[in-house]
């Protein structure tokens, strides 16, 4: 019943973006919001040949900002799909400044994809300094650093994190992690991250036995 509910809602939802369009064809929201709902409903070639051909109308009229959201859903679109490559190229063509931290940070996530961590790094950090007191920047930081045995680095971005959102199960799992790997009491942090997410728990489950065989494996070395 809950599914049939959602499902009718979202029927809904892309008919009256589908009219609005209609009534307001110059209005770029529409068309991006209409791009981000198809996508979030994994309709994709839909979202993808909609953005697209709004890419078009609003290059011929030379509106920017109208460039810039557009591009910036198709990017959303490719990095959901996993054509990172796709995503990056048109995440880094955005040059609203409004939209710059949000294009940072999904480059960030984009290069995480990529095991390309000094990258990730990179735009990271960029992103940070528009937005310090945002989770999702300081999320991608800690696992970029996390990846590359920064554990320090990682740490104080996950606590940053955990001290406003301590429900965050990934946040609270990766904070598992690097105790684990600085020597730190680190059950806490897992059984917190279990108790909230237990089905992301069982699918990071491997990840603990890593880190205790990569610490085995330094201590007989």
Not at 35 to 62: C, N, P, V, W
Request: aromatic share 12%; net charge negative; glycine share 4%.
């Amino acid at each position: 019943m809950a599914k049939q509910l959602a499902s009718k809602q979202s029927e809904k939802l892309v008919h009256n973006l589908v009219e609005a369009i209609d009534q307001e064809p110059t209005k770029f929201n529409n068309y991006y919001e209409l791009g981000s709902l198809l996508t979030r409903l994994q309709d994709y070639a839909q979202a993808e040949e909609l953005l697209m051909k709004a890419l078009g109308i609003f290059e011929a009229r030379e509106d920017q900002r109208a460039v810039d959201f557009l591009k910036y859903g198709l990017g959303n679109l490719y990095y959901t799909v996993d054509k990172i490559d796709d995503a990056i190229k048109y995440y880094n063509q955005v040059t609203d400044q409004n939209l710059k931290a949000d294009a940072y940070l999904m480059l960030a996530q984009s290069y995480v994809k990529k095991q390309d961590y000094k990258r990730a790094v990179m735009y990271g950090l960029t992103a940070y300094e528009s937005r310090p007191a945002d989770p999702e920047i300081a999320q991608v930081l800690g696992d970029a650093f996390l990846a590359t045995g920064e554990f320090k680095l990682a740490a104080q971005y996950y606590d940053q994190i955990l001290r406003r959102h301590p429900g965050r199960a990934d946040t609270q799992f990766n904070r598992g992690l690097v105790a684990m790997a600085l020597g730190e009491a680190y059950t806490d942090y897992l059984t917190q991250a279990q108790q909230l997410d237990p089905d992301f728990y069982q699918a990071s489950e491997q990840r603990i036995a890593e880190i205790k065989a990569t610490l085995e494996q330094l201590d007989v070395d």
